[in-house]
Structure formats: structure tokens, C-alpha cells
């Protein structure tokens, strides 16, 4: 294993380890957030602030510090700013599949040994991904011309 193979598996194991001690694995904390007229849970807001102030902070202290990350040439960081209909579509899924699962993907693998209800999620959401893909692959095809074809009007 070499280092960065390493260092992955190290931050990978301190967000699962950060997600269990947050109660993120525990789909009843997130159907608790997500349930204003009932019993309202506001703990996992706490989590989601905790989360935004370190990234807020912590990003442009890191990118101001270091021409480059260790393991890369360049920071990735998204510039697309552009609101499109499958960005929301794809967020609004998200969003109802969180709320009526209470996992969303981290918390879902995190507690994958937990029982069936997760094992399950993983696995729909495993099977949505893969049809996703297949649908996508087949109308970007769909939308480009075979080689030789007129051009539409």
C-alpha cells in the first residue's frame, strides 16, 4: 500500500468514525431532523454547521498555504456554478431518498454491518447509480450523430 492509498484509508475511517459518533448512522436522528411538525431533532444541524464552518475556514487556509495538495498536482475545486435541470432533479432525489431511507451514502456504507436496513439502501442505491449510468450512456448516444450522417434541420 503505498501512501496516498494509505492516506485515503485514514481519512476515509475518520469520517466514518466522525458520522458514527455524530449519530449520522442512525436513520431515526435523520427522519428526526426531517420531522418539523413532530418530534423535531436539531442535532443533525449542529453536525451540518460543525461541517460548513471547518470547510469555510479550513479551505482557504489550505489553498492560500499550498500551491498543490501532497498527493495530487492541483486542487480540485468545482467551477461550474450553473443551475441545471438535472443538477436539480438529481438533488431533489437525493433529498427523497435521504428523508425516507434516513441514510444518505456515507452513512449508508459506514453502517453497512449493522443490519439489513442499510445493506438494503446500499444496494438500491447501488442499483440506481448503475441505471443511471446505462440511461445516461444511452441518450448521450441517442444525442450524437453516428460518423457519416447528415446533419438534422
Known sequence: ???????????????GVGLVVAGMTQPSKVVGFLDFAGDWDPSLAFVMVGGILVYTIGLPMLTKSRPAPVFSPKFMIPTRRDITPRLIGGAALFGIGWGLAGFCPGPGLTSITTGLEPVLFVASMSAGMLLFRAWDTA????????PGAAPST
Not at 1 to 15: C, K, Q, V
Open 1 to 15: 500500500m503505498n501512501r496516498e492509498h494509505l492516506t485515503t484509508y485514514l481519512a476515509g475511517a475518520l469520517f
Open 139 to 146: 441518450m448521450a448516444a441517442r444525442a450524437t450523430p453516428e
